[in-house]
């Protein structure tokens, strides 16, 4: 059996359980095939595929609070640091019920490559919990967040790891998570990102992963000889990155006619209204239905749908596998021609190759929604300066990266010999930093 084989059947055989986990391993590793084979007597001896799918360590911890009604309540805390190579582990921490180890597993060893495309010093970490924040009041969300930081505080630091948001983690969650890490440790520092401006957070911070995503969904398309103006785009969520990447499409010329959540999805042949939008989900914290009660043009359906919708651009920004065979074919046989990951991990692996093979441009998540990670980077240069960049400057800054980013992976795919396929080339490009920075530091 080959090294890649031998070791993807490791790390089934020793996570059991952890399907999501699996599936990002065998994604990564599969597209470093070509990689491996050239340096493979050299990789074996250093153990090289064993040290980056083990993640450095990881923490699980208890974290009881108190609801509004006076009652205990407990939920499960997790921290894995999963490859500080070329920077401090960075990467977010899950809020949402379906949170378990192999889920932030996943999302950790997603996040080693996609930081290193960033180019930016930073490692791969992610943390989170299976506390649902839907429906808790400010205070109980509070309590939750100072006994989640009461016990991560232990392990994280400026210069050692720095979460910040994802599914379920938002401004008003960071914030409470760095009064707390200050509380207890005494010392005003950069260690999580997505702060508040008055606070340390870096203007277009909010906007960065759902903008980052259209700057690169716009040089693929370019460098296709397409053009995103005019063009239908079909997004799946309605929460930060859905939201932001509705608006950067929308001031490219684009038309996004879609959006959903947990339990349904608009379509709005007009066009997506943006700020009714932010009002419904970042004010009201409301569901899809109360925008479509405000919005004559658009329809609600509960369930999952937004693929049936013809377009000629798809951008998952929702959650894991949230894109399926089926729904690959649907958007091809509706003659959809690009796919750019906003989520992690949203297209599941027969999807993918499914929209790879009938011609269909396709960017993966750990390359195209890399922007968030990469102005949280931003943010600690900032913290660390002790000054802030006017939004224009960080947001040209993002513009740069993610245009870099896609041609890094271009240009890894073609060295490799497999022009086109971006899922290989963000792979290889991330690896190969990765690799280079462990190899010279020795065994550890
Ligand atoms: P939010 O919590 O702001 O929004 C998530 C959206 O997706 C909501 O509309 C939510 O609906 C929907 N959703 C979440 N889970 C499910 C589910 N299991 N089934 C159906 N719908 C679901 O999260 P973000 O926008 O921050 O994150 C979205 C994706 O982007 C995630 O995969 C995240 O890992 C990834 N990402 C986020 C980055 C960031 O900077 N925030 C950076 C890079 C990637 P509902 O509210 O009803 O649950
Ligand atoms: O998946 C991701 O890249 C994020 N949730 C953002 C991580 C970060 O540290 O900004």
């Given at each position: 059996m080959g090294y890649v084989d031998e070791v993807y059947q490791m790390v089934v055989e020793k996570n059991p359980s952890q399907p999501e986990f699996h599936q990002a391993v065998k994604e990564v590793l599969?597209?470093?095939?070509?990689?491996?084979?050239?340096?493979?007597?050299?990789?074996?001896?250093?153990?090289?595929?064993?040290?980056?799918?083990?993640?450095?360590?990881?923490?699980?911890?208890?974290?009881?609070?108190?609801?509004?009604?006076?009652q205990v309540q407990v939920n499960t805390g997790y921290r894995v640091q999963f490859n500080n190579s070329i920077g401090p582990y960075k990467g977010g921490i899950r809020l949402h019920p379906s949170v378990n180890i192999g889920i932030i597993k996943f999302l950790g060893f997603e996040q080693i490559f996609k930081n290193s495309l960033?180019?930016?010093p930073i490692g791969g970490g992610k943390g989170g919990s299976d506390f649902d924040p839907k429906g808790k009041s400010d205070r109980e969300v509070m309590a939750f967040c100072q006994s989640f930081m009461t016990e991560l505080c232990k392990y994280i630091g400026a210069d050692t790891d720095v979460p910040a948001g994802d599914i379920g983690t938002g401004a008003r969650e960071i914030g409470y998570m760095f009064g707390q890490y200050k509380k207890i440790k005494g010392v005003y520092e950069g260690v999580l990102t997505g702060k508040g401006l008055s606070y340390g957070g870096s203007l277009a911070r909010t906007e960065a992963t759902?903008?980052?995503?259209?700057?690169?969904?716009?040089?693929?398309?370019?460098?296709?000889?397409?053009?995103?103006?005019?063009?239908?785009?079909?997004?799946s969520g309605a929460g930060n990155v859905a939201i932001y990447a509705i608006q950067k499409a929308q001031q490219l010329g684009a038309k996004p006619v879609t959006c959903s959540d947990s339990t349904g999805w608009i379509y709005d042949p007009e066009g997506i209204d943006v700020a009714?939008?932010?009002?419904?989900?970042?004010?009201?914290?409301?569901?899809?239905?109360?925008?479509?009660?405000?919005?004559?043009?658009a329809q609600y359906h509960e369930g999952k749908g937004v693929w049936t919708v013809k377009c000629d651009i798809a951008l998952p920004c929702a959650t894991?596998?949230?894109?399926?065979?089926?729904?690959?074919?649907?958007?091809?046989?509706?003659?959809?021609?690009?796919?750019?990951?906003g989520a992690n991990m949203p297209t599941t692996l027969d999807a993918t190759q499914y929209l790879q093979e009938n011609g269909v441009l396709f960017c993966p998540g750990k390359a195209s929604n890399a922007g968030g990670v990469a102005t949280s980077a931003l943010e600690m240069s900032q913290n660390s300066e002790r000054l802030s960049w006017t939004f224009e400057e960080v947001d040209s800054k993002l513009q740069k990266i993610m245009v870099d980013i896609f041609h890094n992976l271009d240009d890894a795919a073609k060295r490799y010999g497999h022009e086109g396929?971006?899922?290989?080339?963000?792979?290889?490009?991330?690896?190969?930093?990765?690799?280079?920075?462990?190899?010279?530091?020795?065994?550890?």
């Open positions: 599969d597209s470093l095939r070509p990689v491996i084979d050239a340096n493979e007597e050299k990789y074996r001896k250093e153990a090289l595929l064993e040290r980056l799918v083990i993640p450095d360590r990881q923490f699980q911890f208890r974290v009881p609070w108190v609801d509004d009604k006076g960033t180019g930016l759902g903008y980052g995503l259209l700057y690169l969904t716009e040089e693929m398309l370019k460098c296709n000889g397409k053009d995103i103006k005019g063009k239908t785009v079909v997004v009714l939008l932010k009002e419904v989900k970042e004010v009201k914290r409301a569901r899809l239905t109360e925008y479509a009660a405000q919005r004559p043009s894991q596998n949230e894109l399926s065979l089926e729904d690959a074919k649907t958007l091809v046989a509706n003659g959809c021609f690009a796919v750019a990951e396929n971006y899922v290989m080339g963000a792979n290889i490009a991330g690896f190969e930093k990765v690799a280079d920075a462990m190899l010279a530091q020795g065994v550890c």
